[in-house]
């Protein structure tokens, strides 16, 4: 059928029409698309160009340099040293298996140490480096740079790591640090991202701890280019970061290693402190430990060598060890009963060997009495009976209050790890504890320093430092912090009567200086040094009466753990007080026999600077002195080294 005119006409206008919708159509889009384009290119090129860079561009932690530990004088207890380290990357290394086997060719790597380093190839991704082997030695390091080429995928590195050139003397009071652990992480609120970066390391225990806020310094940081699989290309831009403080210590180095050597092989303590102004110079516990062996990971065996020891080298028993006082207590009884008014300095006791209440017999050490007593005689004989007396006058609760003034029974803050309370009990004690009354059998146990009276070695220290300065000093660790002097607040005033105090001190000068002193054996006869102290002893074995009967077995006699603690508190110079000093010595048996001739020597090292000088011993006792003296293990005054021993 022929098409119309009409219809060609009809025809070409329908088609013109659909034309210019499709056309417009087409223009819509070629406009919107247009329009989206320059939005996304002009307008939010700047977010864009962002997100393009994040992804291309990381930004990546530096571990700061951990600040260093010195003592009082800046020789330095804890450092940095280079640390030479070899790494692996497994999507570099190929077979991971032969290259860590011809590794382990050139340097010493155990069958333990092949394994945990494949486990932990696995476990992370295949570009992330892992850390075979580190704190090798120079030759070692250099034996895997020249085989490099042979040794795809492992790379030399050289770090920092911590050390402890003083390690034996300071573990106790520096302590050391580790790894950051899940727990170490969990008991902070908000963790500072660096605690999050492999193998960085904190404070674990003692100053490197508690000094962690200052020590550990701000991680810097390092812009790095990686590829589409996280793999570092190139280091674009670094900011190092501040490092940690540096700390100075109160402790005086050589001091220090002087009473650790001089407590040999012991289970003991010894804390100096200067009256003046609290400076601990020393706070010596003896077995020690090596703290490097902790910092480099510690093998089992060693670890169950320390734990297993029944001397437990790894407390701190200067400031953790908790011992009855026994009769270095009796200056709190005194005092208490002075202040109280329950006697007077010229009150006097008889001494028959015992005293009795309730049907009880509580026993003087001196098993035939010591007759009349006086205040100052009953410390220099250390008369139990003088003491069961004057607590029944007094009671507890003065007792603990004038204990507590002295620095009994209550926490020291130091720095350091597992500071113990103490306990001073009293009557409302008592009822906390055990729900249980408090009787004179427990004032009359409690006036010798024994039944549920406990002090710390530091706890004695400063008790003597404040009846040698009559003033409530405390203890202080730290000197400064990164140069500036730590502020010292001048101790107030004990408020205890200067004739009370002075009675306290004529009876410790003649605990060591009269013909029948306890501790006359450990006498000074340098006139600028004279010493003045208490001995005391405190049981940690009931004894029977039909022991007693029969006669008390000697401590050499029995099992060491069942013999007595001896004890020592002690200051110098007598008439111008400037040290004081505790020793306790775990089941050494008498305080004048054990703990005061450590005493003496450490003070004595204390007052010269050095080492003890021989003219302030008596001349009968110069030749043993100057023999033990010489054998003592000391370590290098500058290097911290210990001559002909493997424990440097």
Not at 146 to 166: D, H, W
Not at 177 to 204: H, W
Not at 254 to 269: C, M
Not at 296 to 319: C, E, Q
Request: charged share 25%.
């Amino acid at each position: 059928m022929r098409r119309t005119q009409k219809d060609t006409e009809d025809s070409a206008r329908t088609i013109t029409r659909r034309g210019l919708m499709m056309g417009g159509a087409m223009t819509a889009m070629v406009a919107a698309l247009g329009v989206r384009m320059r939005y996304l290119q002009v307008d939010q090129a700047e977010e864009f160009k962002l997100l393009a860079e994040e992804n291309r561009v990381n930004i990546r932690l530096i571990p700061p340099m951990r600040g260093l530990i010195q003592d009082r004088n800046g020789k330095l207890i804890a450092g940095n040293e280079q640390n030479y380290r070899v790494v692996i990357t497994r999507e570099d290394a190929g077979d991971v298996d032969l290259v860590l086997h011809r590794l382990a060719g050139l340097i010493p790597m155990t069958a333990e140490e092949l394994d945990s380093t494949l486990e932990e190839v696995k476990r992370n991704s295949a570009f992330v480096p892992v850390i075979v082997k580190d704190r090798l030695s120079w030759q070692d390091f250099s034996k895997v740079a020249i085989n490099a080429p042979a040794l795809p995928g492992v790379v030399p590195e050289v770090g920092l790591s911590r050390i402890y050139p003083r390690g034996y003397d300071f573990a106790h009071v520096v302590g050391y640090v580790g790894a950051v652990s899940q727990k170490d992480l969990d008991e902070l609120e908000n963790p500072d991202p660096v605690l999050r970066l492999p193998k960085f390391q904190i404070g674990k225990i003692g100053t490197e701890r508690w000094m962690e806020g200052v020590l550990r310094g701000t991680a810097g940081t390092k812009k790095i280019e990686v590829n589409a699989v996280g793999r570092v290309m190139r280091e674009l831009e670094r900011q190092e970061g501040t490092p940690g403080g540096d700390i100075r210590l109160t402790i005086d180095a050589d001091l220090q290693n002087f009473a650790q050597a001089r407590l040999g092989e012991e289970s003991a303590a010894v804390v100096v402190m200067d009256v003046t102004n609290g400076d601990l110079l020393c706070c010596a516990s003896a077995p020690s430990f090596n703290p490097n062996l902790f910092v480099r990971g510690i093998s089992h065996s060693d670890y169950a060598s320390l734990t297993g020891n029944d001397h437990r080298p790894l407390a701190n028993k200067t400031v953790s060890g908790a011992y009855p006082p026994g009769s270095t207590f009796k200056m709190v009884t005194a005092l208490a009963a002075l202040e109280a008014g329950a006697i007077d300095v010229g009150y006097r006791v008889r001494c028959p060997g015992y005293l009795e209440f309730g049907g009880r017999r509580f026993h003087c050490h001196s098993r035939g009495g010591h007759g009349q007593v006086g205040l100052t005689q009953s410390l220099e004989k250390s008369c139990d009976v003088f003491y069961y007396d004057v607590a029944q006058k007094v009671g507890i609760d003065k007792m603990a209050e004038m204990g507590r003034k002295l620095g009994l029974g209550v926490r020291h803050e130091l720095p350091m790890s597992a500071i113990t309370d103490g306990i001073m009990p009293d009557r409302a004690w008592k009822q906390e504890r055990y729900k249980q009354d408090w009787r004179i059998g427990d004032t009359i146990n409690a006036s010798i320093g024994q039944g549920y009276v406990l002090a710390s070695p530091l706890q004695l220290a400063v008790m003597t430092a404040r009846i040698a300065s009559g003033r409530s000093v405390s203890p202080r660790l730290v000197r400064m912090i990164d140069g500036k002097e730590q502020p010292v607040a001048e101790a107030a005033p004990l408020g205890i009567e200067e004739r009370f105090l002075q009675a306290m001190r004529q009876g410790m000068y003649d605990v060591i200086n009269s013909e029948r002193g306890t501790a006359r054996g450990s006498r000074v006869v340098e006139p600028t040094m004279v010493f003045a102290g208490k001995t005391g002893t405190s049981q940690v074995r009931n004894i029977t009466a039909a022991e007693r009967a029969r006669g008390v077995i000697s401590n050499d006699q029995l099992p060491w753990n069942r013999r007595d603690h001896a004890l020592f508190v002690g200051y110098a110079p007598y008439d111008n007080p400037r040290y004081a000093v505790s020793v306790v010595v775990e089941h050494g048996g008498g305080g004048s026999t054990a703990a005061a001739p450590i005493a003496r020597d450490v003070i004595l090292a204390a007052l010269a600077g050095g080492r003890p000088p021989l003219s302030a011993y008596p001349s009968a006792q110069r030749g043993r002195i100057e023999t033990m003296l010489e054998e003592l293990p000391l370590r290098d005054p500058e290097t911290g080294a210990l001559e002909d021993s493997d424990q440097a």
